[in-house]
């Protein structure tokens, strides 16, 4: 919750930033509505997507959600899900997997191939909670930031990009409260990634409520 709240107090502080915003390499979450995605405007966590919903998550650089990458499969669910027949007590949610492109890929390594699965999960379960079911294994910072889905990234979490192509951590210097005016993430940016953190908060509370 600390890690949500960092975020969003960084996104609202970044409304009047000057606009010189940084590219970061990050998961970004879409809903995938009518054929076509348009990026969340709630993260995977709190979203609860009916029976028939597609849900995208895309690798990419980008200063916001603006020029973010969407994914590149269709949100198309009957595609998706039509070996996948309606159950009572249970929703299918389409989720397309998109690792990026080898421009957007952490040094040394090289994206996998898109993934398209069909979750079958709870009622009640979020969208995240359908991730989980099918992207296995996760990977969070200890702020429960989601940083890698079925194992990629290897390692980095929301790492800043230089110039040159290479990816440093976010510093001081780069806050929204430098002295040199050299902005941090834009706010868009920022909103998408506390959004994205709220999935870790959804993963650890579904491994309490199965071990309970």
């Not at 960092?6 to 409304?15: E, M, Q």
């Not at 079958?120 to 889905?149: H, K, M």
């Not at 990634?193 to 309490?208: D, E, K, P, Y």
Request: hydrophobic fraction near 40%; aromatic fraction near 6%; proline fraction near 7%.
């Amino acid at each position: 919750m600390a890690g949500v709240l960092l975020l969003a107090g960084a996104a609202s502080g970044l409304a009047a930033a000057p606009a010189q915003a940084q590219d970061y390499r990050y998961w970004s979450f879409w809903d995938g509505k009518g054929g076509s995605w348009a990026y969340a405007s709630e993260g995977p966590a709190t979203v609860r997507p009916a029976d028939g919903s597609v849900q995208g998550f895309r690798f990419t650089v980008s200063a916001d959600s603006a020029a973010a990458g969407k994914p590149r499969a269709a949100a198309d669910f009957a595609a998706l899900c039509h070996d996948t027949p309606a159950r009572h007590g249970s929703k299918r949610i389409g989720v397309v997997i998109d690792f990026g492109t080898a421009a957007d890929a952490p040094g040394g390594e090289r994206p996998p191939k898109a993934r398209t699965e069909c979750a079958r999960v709870p009622e009640d379960a979020s969208a995240g909670e359908a991730l989980a079911a099918v992207a296995q294994p996760l990977r969070y910072d200890p702020n429960a930031l989601l940083c890698a889905i079925g194992g990629y990234p290897k390692s980095g979490c929301a790492e800043q990009v230089s110039g040159s192509g290479g990816a440093k951590k976010p510093s001081a210097a780069s806050s929204p409260k430098a002295v040199d005016g050299d902005g941090g993430p834009s706010a868009g940016l920022l909103g998408g990634l506390a959004a994205v953190v709220l999935l870790g908060a959804a993963a650890v509370w579904q491994a309490r409520r199965r071990r309970g």
